[in-house]
């Protein structure tokens, strides 16, 4: 499917490629039939990207819709070092260490959770946050007058997919935050933004936390601190896996940094037993 897309890329000798429609795309390479586009287009993890972009080193960002077109707009990325400049490697970043958390100290959220015939991942994120496992492995104190919201929208807002990259728009795409909330940690006010996993993919994208970031960054006041967190759930029986993973992203006056220079700093493993 992107063999084409790939040569042009390597002949513009760039690294990030230009935008362009998906339905023109299919056009010009011969596909006819009807295909998803999310199923080409929407990634969440390495394992999402079709094998000649892997092969290739390129991952693919779905960029919307312009103003005044129809179809969505996508544009593939080159890596300039390695798969970490676009991607969080699990195996490279989760704690080697376990911590067991014993439920028995909290009697009611032990029950509450473990009369669920499954856990869905909103469901896991709302038991990291009633056991305090999250505010523990991200060194918050107080937490009295911390109220954790979602949210979900369609945003427009410019992105580097490198720190030396052009930019590249993303138009009215769908963007959702698993969680997010405010809390005061060593003394500064800080934005915490939650993504949130519980499949058995191995990576994460990194524009699934910047994109969030980027949706509200006109409204973020220059003394908070963003902090971005990878939050991955493994699920054994009624084991559950709880990894934490604190990231960090530069940012300069109003805006944030590329895709590339989003890196974990902390990470923390949990086990419950429900």
Known sequence: MFDIAIKELLNSNSLVGRPQSFHEYKKKVGVKKNIRTAEYLSIYSIEDLKEELVNAKCTIFRLGSPKGERYTYFSISKYKTNWNDYFLMDDQIFSRDEKLYDLSKNKNVHYLFSILPSLSEKALVQLS??????????????????????????????FKPLKDSIELTHYQGQVEIDSFFIAKRNKKKCLFIIEAKSNKSKSLAKHKLLYPILSMQSNIDPEIEVIPVYLKFVLENRRVFINVVECRLPRVGMKFGSIEELKPENSNKYLLNL
């Open 129 to 158: 946050l009633a056991t305090g496992i999250l505010f523990e492995a991200l060194k918050i104190k107080n937490t009295k007058n911390i109220i954790p919201a979602t949210g979900a929208g369609s945003y427009t807002f410019k």
